[in-house]
């Protein structure tokens, strides 16, 4: 892969970890996993770029139904490489505040 389309893949695999949790969350509430209908409509519905749907199957599938979504994927990736791709950009979540441990100045 030469670097432009590395950059391309970069760019492209920080939308949909940006995007496509919370989405699927709010659709389809909490799971490890989730269907390729569930994740083609999440990724249509947010005008993510088909091209690349095999980060969000690898992010969301497991690995069997990966391997037999691999041969059709526009643009083919092995699964550890797509979760890599697709996981280093999924933010942290936020520490939970706790008033306890706060005050006007800052922490105790």
């Known amino acids: ?3 432009i389309a ?3 893949l970069h760019g492209i695999a920080k939308r949909y ?3 496509l949790p919370d989405y699927l969350l709010h659709a389809y509430l909490a799971s490890e996993f989730y269907t390729r209908g569930q994740i ?5 519905a947010l005008e993510l770029p088909q091209d690349y749907v095999g980060l969000a199957y690898a992010a969301y599938l497991p690995k069997d139904a990966y391997d037999e979504a691999h041969p059709s994927l526009p643009v083919p990736m ?3 490489d ?3 791709e697709f996981f ?10 706790n008033p306890l441990k706060s ?5 105790l």
């Open 1 to 3: 892969m030469d670097w």
């Open 82 to 84: 797509a979760r890599a």
């Open 40 to 44: 083609d409509h999440a990724v249509a």
């Open 17 to 19: 970890a940006l995007r």
């Open 103 to 107: 005050t006007i100045l800052g922490t």
């Open 78 to 80: 092995s699964y550890e």
């Open 6 to 8: 590395h950059v391309r």
């Open 88 to 97: 280093a950009h999924v933010p942290d979540p936020e520490p939970e505040w």
